[in-house]
């Protein structure tokens, strides 16, 4: 065998080793008698498939490395208008380099796939696109990388379906959209059947950032599920954020909620991105939330949470570590009591794998070897205490590892 990692705990609480060749999962047993080129010990740590962060809007990560090049009265706009000044900066390398560091903490905190968002618009045009390109280049190796072409801007915006249409010819991996943004209803419409076209005519999937506002009247998630039917794209479309569905009548979010069942759709709720992304009245109550996740579940609709951003003009904040992510959604859904902490797991793992088409993943004889040994005795332990990463082990071989040393001193003189 090239590896054998001895003692891992499973979530199942069983004690095994796992033995690895030419990149899978060839053993699952308890004291593996043979030798591997390489050993590590779990230590009895709890063991589990990598993590799968399905959303992260990569080429604006870090913008404030490029605001603060900025003249004064630039930086001094409101962030949504200085964005653009922002992006109109963005070159291949700049956004190759930014991206490049937001890929080394994806690996430092256990990730083995990842779906990076490009913006493509009159701003940055395809800039972003192809800085994300050299990035897949680079990581393919390791870990699975995906490129979504985002029109952050609308198709309203001149030339944005030309060059969607570019994009996809380059590589993209991905169809995005972003309806909610336009106005009014009608333009909504049409941003989702130009979305539709386009991943018929390349043969992609969707994702799409839905009603990412607390306004009842903001509904574009609807139309997305009865247009993945329309079209027989099952199991192929995910919608991110969906905040207004919390905000709708329990009869008509019952009703959006077996639509989207029905269409196999996937839900991304972003929920520490949620809590802080849009601009606070200047008094409470603060109208912020995330969707109806527990009911969306109890519907059967899966539901994955991701990084999404990382310090740019929708969050300020992250660290690309979907084990900080599933501590917020364990708050923000009250996955709390009665081991409902469990409920939060898959959000970062099975759910979004299926979502990139991972046929291989898991922890089982056969699946590809992407681990993580995480310095927890159990999942709770994990979230609560926000592990370490004691190894990160991707395509079968080590790819990271965290050992951190705390002394405490009581018998000072």
Same mark, same amino acid.
């Given at each position: 065998?090239?590896?054998?990692?001895?003692?891992?705990?499973?979530?199942?609480?069983?004690?095994?080793?796992?033995?690895?060749? @030419?990149?899978?999962?060839?053993?699952?047993?308890?004291?593996?008698?043979?030798?591997?080129?390489?050993?590590?010990?779990?230590?009895?740590?709890?063991t589990l498939p990598a993590f799968v962060n399905g959303q992260l809007h990569a080429c604006k990560s870090f913008w404030r490395r490029l605001l603060h090049t900025l003249p004064d009265a630039v930086r001094a706009l409101p962030r949504?208008?200085?964005?653009?000044?922002?992006?109109?900066?963005?070159?291949?390398?700049? =956004?190759?380099?930014?991206?490049?560091?937001?890929?080394?903490?994806?690996?430092?905190?256990?990730?083995?796939?990842?779906?990076?968002?490009?913006?493509?618009?009159?701003?940055?045009?395809?800039?972003?696109?192809?800085?994300?390109?050299?990035?897949?280049?680079?990581?393919?190796?390791?870990?699975?990388?995906?490129?979504?072409?985002?029109?952050?801007?609308?198709?309203?915006?001149?030339?944005?379906?030309?060059?969607?249409?570019?994009?996809?010819?380059?590589?993209? @991996?991905?169809?995005?959209?972003?309806?909610?943004?336009?106005?009014?209803?009608?333009?909504?419409?049409?941003?989702?059947?130009?979305?539709?076209?386009?991943?018929?005519?390349?043969?992609? @999937?969707?994702?799409?950032?839905?009603?990412? =506002?607390? @306004?009842?009247?903001?509904?574009?998630? &609807?139309?997305?599920?009865?247009?993945?039917?329309?079209?027989?794209?099952?199991?192929? =479309?995910?919608?991110?954020?969906?905040?207004?569905?919390?905000?709708?009548?329990?009869?008509?979010?019952?009703?959006?909620?077996?639509?989207?069942?029905? &269409?196999?759709?996937?839900?991304?709720?972003?929920?520490?991105?949620?809590?802080?992304?849009?601009?606070?009245?200047?008094?409470?109550?603060?109208?912020?939330?995330?969707?109806?996740?527990?009911?969306?579940?109890?519907?059967? =609709?899966?539901?994955?949470?991701?990084?999404?951003?990382?310090?740019?003009?929708?969050?300020?904040?992250?660290?690309?570590?979907?084990?900080?992510? &599933?501590?917020?959604?364990?708050?923000?859904?009250?996955?709390?009591?009665?081991?409902?902490?469990?409920?939060?797991?898959?959000?970062?793992?099975?759910?979004?794998?299926?979502?990139?088409?991972?046929?291989?993943?898991?922890?089982?004889?056969? &699946?590809?070897?992407?681990?993580?040994?995480?310095?927890?005795?159990?999942?709770?332990?994990?979230?609560?205490?926000?592990?370490?990463?004691?190894f990160v082990i991707l395509r079968g071989k080590l790819a990271a590892q965290t050992e951190r040393r705390n002394e405490i001193f009581t018998n000072r003189q």
């Amino acid at each position: 065998m090239d590896l054998i990692l001895r003692r891992a705990r499973l979530q199942s609480g069983d004690v095994v080793d796992i033995g690895v060749m @030419d990149g899978r999962i060839v053993a699952l047993e308890t004291g593996i008698s043979a030798t591997a080129a390489q050993e590590l010990d779990a230590g009895e740590r709890l063991t589990l498939p990598a993590f799968v962060n399905g959303q992260l809007h990569a080429c604006k990560s870090f913008w404030r490395r490029l605001l603060h090049t900025l003249p004064d009265a630039v930086r001094a706009l409101p962030r949504f208008e200085a964005a653009a000044y922002v992006k109109r900066l963005y070159t291949v390398e700049d =956004v190759f380099a930014r991206v490049d560091e937001t890929m080394r903490l994806a690996i430092l905190n256990g990730t083995c796939a990842i779906r990076l968002f490009a913006d493509v618009d009159a701003d940055s045009g395809l800039t972003a696109l192809e800085g994300l390109l050299r990035i897949r280049e680079k990581y393919s190796p390791l870990m699975t990388v995906q490129i979504v072409a985002f029109p952050q801007d609308g198709f309203a915006a001149p030339g944005t379906e030309s060059l969607m249409r570019q994009a996809l010819e380059m590589g993209a @991996d991905v169809v995005g959209g972003i309806p909610w943004i336009e106005d009014p209803a009608e333009a909504q419409r049409r941003h989702t059947d130009a979305c539709f076209a386009l991943a018929q005519a390349y043969d992609r @999937d969707l994702h799409f950032v839905c009603d990412d =506002v607390a @306004d009842p009247q903001s509904r574009s998630l &609807a139309y997305v599920a009865q247009q993945t039917l329309a079209h027989n794209f099952h199991g192929r =479309v995910s919608a991110t954020q969906c905040a207004a569905l919390a905000f709708y009548p329990d009869d008509y979010a019952a009703k959006v909620i077996d639509t989207v069942a029905a &269409a196999g759709m996937t839900i991304f709720s972003n929920s520490h991105v949620s809590l802080i992304a849009t601009d606070f009245p200047p008094q409470q109550p603060w109208p912020r939330g995330i969707t109806r996740v527990r009911q969306l579940l109890d519907r059967g =609709v899966p539901v994955a949470c991701a990084q999404d951003d990382i310090d740019n003009w929708f969050y300020p904040f992250g660290r690309n570590d979907l084990l900080e992510v &599933a501590q917020f959604m364990a708050h923000n859904g009250q996955f709390a009591w009665n081991g409902e902490v469990d409920r939060v797991l898959p959000m970062i793992t099975t759910t979004p794998a299926r979502v990139l088409g991972l046929d291989d993943y898991g922890l089982q004889i056969g &699946a590809a070897a992407n681990l993580l040994v995480l310095n927890a005795a159990d999942w709770h332990e994990a979230i609560q205490f926000q592990a370490d990463k004691r190894f990160v082990i991707l395509r079968g071989k080590l790819a990271a590892q965290t050992e951190r040393r705390n002394e405490i001193f009581t018998n000072r003189q």
